[in-house]
């Protein structure tokens, strides 16, 4: 009897309780209504001037663990990008390219250089007790861990994801892998093996000679530019889910990503032959597979890298030309041919097929007599799309370039001066700033202290212990 009455008495009071709790519910209610500058969650637009309001990653830190070229790519562009990026490197040692295709005695390569501005160095030697300590301060400390290890390596390490994700729940795992899972994922992968893998070779070059890769890094630099377009979005759905998540970037995947047109064509030429290909046109009979279509254009307009002014003492003295459709009659008017635009033989681009080779022959006659840039001022002025084969040495030096940050020159203490890709994005309120390549360990102290909280007498004991310093063998092998 006692309970019950209780239990009528409690009930008596829910009124009120209902009552007080509408009230709050509409108190709550009223404040966001109230702030108008508040949009989908986003905060008030910033009233600094744009350029000023930080950077894109501000805040977001990168434990990277990667070497050589695919895995730095990526992390320099997010340390670009405002990331706080702490390369961990062997003591005495370091990322392998510090010493490679060296130029300066002495000094670490470009190779290295160019592909680690922006960064912070720290020694750690892994299989030291106190380094593990280090790398699992790092781990909850950090936001992103990038690797680029053979695989199983970090597993090797101790470093599972299993581990890592229990250590810290909203850590992404970044890693760049030769090949996603398959009977392949096991093997080790370089740029030009991975230009092979992903169908990049098997159609460069020309249809009587063997396959090519490409001068550009598309399997390195390429995987590199994927896998931090992979980082971003996973920071993003971490700011709803709460958590990380594994990010794979394989570079198969990725060379085939940028080879996609080809792939394309390989399912058209199920239906029959490929019609803008030259050999079409030269009554070439396709065969199973998509063909090596030399300086064909990709896109449907045939396209041809022609002479130019000079080209008998300058090897880069050419220029890639397009006959497209709807710039045909000016091209006529260009080169001196104005009654192509009415021949039958010459008028339509089914018409042009066969007889492509006599119309580029045709057009190089006309090339030859200007150097490349005229070529592109006179075209252009007519809307003929041309692209002039430009040397490393023109790049280098070519003003707008520098103006723009996509070539910058960057001091170095040891080098002394040299230039570097900037970032080839441009935001207008996150400005990039390139800074020098970091010296092996130059930060370490730094990190230890003003990051993972360790006191000076800590990093003495810890320095004193050899987890951050090189071995005495270690440090005279290099030194020779």
């Not at 390549?437 to 000076?456: F, Q």
């Amino acid at each position: 009897m006692a309970k019950s009455k209780k239990v009528k008495a409690k009930t008596k009071t829910k009124p009120k309780s209902r009552a007080a709790s509408k009230k709050v519910v509409k108190l709550k209610a009223k404040k966001p209504a109230s702030k108008k500058a508040v949009a989908n969650g986003l905060p008030k637009p910033s009233s600094k001037p744009f350029g000023q309001a930080g950077k894109a990653l501000d805040g977001v830190r990168i434990l990277d663990f990667t070497h050589v070229q695919s895995g730095p790519t990526c992390t320099q562009l997010l340390a670009y990008m405002g990331a706080d990026v702490i390369k961990v490197e062997r003591p005495g040692v370091g990322d392998i390219t510090r010493g490679q295709l060296r130029d300066v005695k002495g000094a670490d390569s470009l190779y290295f250089t160019m592909l680690n501005g922006n960064k912070r160095s720290i020694t750690i030697d892994s299989k030291h007790p106190k380094g593990k300590e280090i790398l699992e301060r790092l781990i909850r400390h950090c936001d992103v861990l990038v690797e680029n290890f053979a695989p199983g390596a970090l597993d090797r390490m101790g470093l599972t994801w299993e581990h890592i994700h229990k250590t810290n729940p909203r850590m992404i795992v970044a890693s760049v892998k030769g090949f996603g899972p398959g009977p392949y994922e096991d093997c080790k992968v370089y740029e030009n093996v991975a230009q092979c893998a992903g169908g990049s070779a098997s159609t460069t070059g020309f249809r009587d000679g063997p396959p090519l890769v490409t001068g550009a890094q598309i399997g390195d630099s390429g995987t590199g530019l994927h896998l931090a377009f992979g980082i971003v979005s996973a920071l993003y759905q971490r700011i709803r889910t709460g958590r990380g998540q594994r990010v794979l970037a394989a570079m198969q995947d990725g060379v085939l990503n940028l080879a996609r047109v080809k792939l394309r064509d390989q399912q058209r030429l199920k239906h029959g032959p490929l019609t803008e290909y030259s050999q079409y046109g030269e009554s070439v009979p396709f065969g199973q597979a998509v063909p090596r279509a030399g300086n064909d254009s990709g896109g449907g307009q045939p396209g041809w890298i022609l002479k130019c002014k000079g080209w008998e003492t300058d090897p880069d003295a050419y220029i890639y030309f397009i006959t497209q459709a709807p710039v045909w009659g000016a091209i006529c008017d260009l080169i001196g041919k104005p009654e192509w635009k009415t021949d039958a033989d010459y008028a339509t681009p089914p018409a042009r097929l066969p007889r492509l080779r006599h119309i580029f022959n045709t057009i190089e006659q006309w090339t030859m007599t200007k150097t490349k840039f005229e070529v592109m001022e006179i075209c252009n002025a007519v809307d003929i799309p041309v692209g002039p084969i430009l040397s490393m040495k023109e790049i280098a030096e070519e003003p707008s370039l520098r103006k723009t940050g996509t070539v910058v020159e960057v001091d170095h203490p040891t080098r002394g001066k040299y230039l570097t890709v900037g970032n080839p994005v441009k935001m207008s309120d996150s400005v990039t700033e390139v800074k020098r390549s970091p010296l092996l360990g130059e930060h370490t102290d730094e990190i230890l202290r003003k990051e993972l909280g360790y006191t000076e007498q800590d990093i003495a004991e810890i320095r004193a212990s050899g987890a951050i310093t090189a071995p005495e063998k270690g440090a005279r092998a290099e030194a020779a």
